[in-house]
């Protein structure tokens, strides 16, 4: 299963843009009260749950595959590996607590708003851990062709 740490860098964006564009649509969906956009949002929260979950199982596999860490980009990977488990059963949380209030028919008045302030602070993991993964790529150069050649120098 080596192989599959080469696709993280890949499948990295649709989760991070399936998680935004959900809470997005979940807000324009409370704030204009349609319908359309209550489901959509629904909907990219479960594509952007399954994406998050490809998404950490090819960083785990990334990260094994990967045998140079220096000190600095070794604390910058575990930060960023704790918040990408964080944000995965975060938003598997909010996925459930959803779909439940959802089938109950009690996804209505305040429970929205609720839920529109939990996607908010989703986001936020989101950002952090791209933050941190973003560090490890374009200040340590982990991943790249870059750090590839200081290895085999």
């Known amino acids: ?3 599959i740490g080469i ?7 649709f989760p991070i843009a399936f998680l935004l564009i959900y809470a997005l649509l979940e807000i324009i969906g409370v704030l204009f009260k349609k ?6 949002a629904h909907l990219f929260l479960f594509l952007g749950v399954l994406g998050a979950v490809a998404a ?3 960083g785990k596999q990334a990260f094994e595959n990967f045998d140079y860490w220096n000190k600095k980009a070794s604390d910058i ?6 918040y990408a488990n964080i944000t995965l059963w975060y938003f598997t949380a909010l996925l459930v607590l959803r779909t439940f209030l959802t089938i109950k028919k009690k996804f209505i008045g305040a429970i ?8 908010i602070v ?9 933050e941190h993964g973003g560090q490890m790529v374009y200040q340590h150069g982990i991943g790249t062709e870059y750090k590839i050649k200081i290895m085999e120098e």
């Open 112 to 119: 929205q708003y609720l839920i529109v302030v939990l996607a």
């Open 35 to 40: 319908d359309f956009f209550s489901k959509s």
């Open 1 to 3: 299963m080596e192989f």
């Open 56 to 58: 950490v199982l090819t």
């Open 7 to 13: 696709f993280h860098p890949k499948i990295i964006h």
């Open 77 to 82: 990977l575990e930060e960023h590996e704790q």
């Open 122 to 130: 989703g986001t936020y993991f989101v950002y952090v851990t791209a």
